[in-house]
């Protein structure tokens, strides 16, 4: 794909095959509205937006490659890399290129820790890192559930690990017994050995990290074999995951998230409407995640008055945005503006938000 050199050309890094092709193009379809009503509204600076797209596919070395062909290209922003393994390999092409990158999905620790006064200032993250969602998660398990044995599944990648390794010991702070920890491969085509063996533990819950595909996958063995065991961690209460819910197999889950397409502002509210009307389903925290970082970066070209990558980047670090759910967050030393977290819980085979908690 070619990009028109009159438009303003925003990079997309995202994973549009591959263990995460449905949440990326679950993104895409936030990407898609923000671009279509800024456009309508007479664009940004009297110009037009545009997104030029390449596919990730969620790897490392792909990831590299993509994002040394948007610098090439002259993106003026780029939104990625959907994955937090693309998304750390991806880092060190954006500081050397001066290249500002937003992302919205991607949360490993590791990039809180390598951003801001971390050390790559073209970095920023709109989501609250595994760090942020498992402390508040914790928190709440801790004093409000029954969870006092949990397992956990993770994929084997950064994503699975940061989450793992963020939820373990806060856990056993909270006088959570951790019973295993198992990492599995991404497109694992039977989770069956593994969830066997969990379930010979008699766990009062299994912590999933795992993304979109994998997770539900994952979950139809689960069903599959008659577990009845409520999951926690990362588990997806929503998207995809609303068939195995309906169908009774996440019965009493709790889990962390970013969006919630349930809570209630002005703004969440049109959001879901507008989605809905295009895609007959209502948005997740992917598609949040691309619709709030196209709309940030273009509140950041606007303040600045400039397309300007660094001015740009400069306007980030400046700016007052509101997100979708009605929220005004800034960047902070590291970065990072992801300063909500919605738990969740099942019951009755419906999804109810049980916290929406600010985090520091």
């Known amino acids: 794909m070619v990009a028109n050199a009159e438009n303003i050309v925003i990079g997309i890094s995202n994973p549009y095959t591959g263990p995460a092709a449905m949440a990326a193009e679950r993104e895409k379809w936030g990407i898609d509205l923000a671009v279509k009503e800024i456009n309508e509204k007479g664009g940004v600076l009297g110009e037009q937006i545009e997104v030029l797209p390449m596919d990730n596919r969620c790897n490392p070395s792909d990831a590299v490659n993509v994002a040394n062909r948007l610098v090439e290209a002259k993106v003026v922003a780029i939104i990625g890399a959907h994955c937090s393994t693309a998304g750390l390999a991806t880092m ?60 956990i599944i993770a994929e084997d990648s950064d ?47 299994i912590a999933l990290f795992q993304l979109g595909g994998d997770q539900l996958n994952m979950l139809r063995n689960a069903m599959q074999l008659g577990l009845a065991i409520p999951y926690t961690g990362r588990a997806e209460l929503g998207g995809e995951n609303m068939q195995i819910i309906e169908a009774g197999g996440m019965e009493g889950s709790v889990s962390a998230w970013s969006y919630s397409a349930e ?40 303040e600045a008055g400039s397309a300007d990558p660094a001015a740009i980047r400069d306007a980030l670090q400046n700016i007052k945005f509101t997100n979708v759910l009605g929220k005004e967050v800034t960047f902070d030393d590291h970065n990072q503006a992801g300063k909500v977290v919605v738990i969740q819980g099942v019951k009755d085979r419906a999804v109810d938000i049980l916290e929406l908690a600010d985090v520091k």
Request: avoid cysteine.
């Open 92 to 151: 060190p092409i954006i500081e050397e290129a001066g290249i500002p990158m937003v992302s919205g999905v991607a949360s490993s620790p590791k990039i809180t820790e390598l951003s801001g006064v971390g050390g790559n200032k073209w970095a920023f993250r709109i989501n609250p890192s595994d760090q942020a969602m498992m402390e508040t998660l914790v928190g709440y398990l801790g004093e409000k559930s029954d969870f006092k044995k949990v397992a």
């Open 159 to 205: 994503f699975g690990r940061g989450g793992a390794t963020s939820f373990e010991p806060l856990a056993k702070d909270a006088g959570i017994e951790i019973l295993s920890t198992d990492f599995v491969p991404q497109q694992t085509p039977d989770f069956t050995p593994v969830l066997t063996r969990v379930a010979r533990e008699k766990p009062d819950a």
């Open 263 to 302: 809570i209630h502002s002005e703004l969440n509210d049109a959001f879901v409407k507008n989605i809905e009307a295009d895609h007959d389903m209502k948005p997740v925290l992917q598609t949040w995640a691309g619709y709030d970082s196209v709309r940030i970066i273009a509140q950041a070209i606007e």
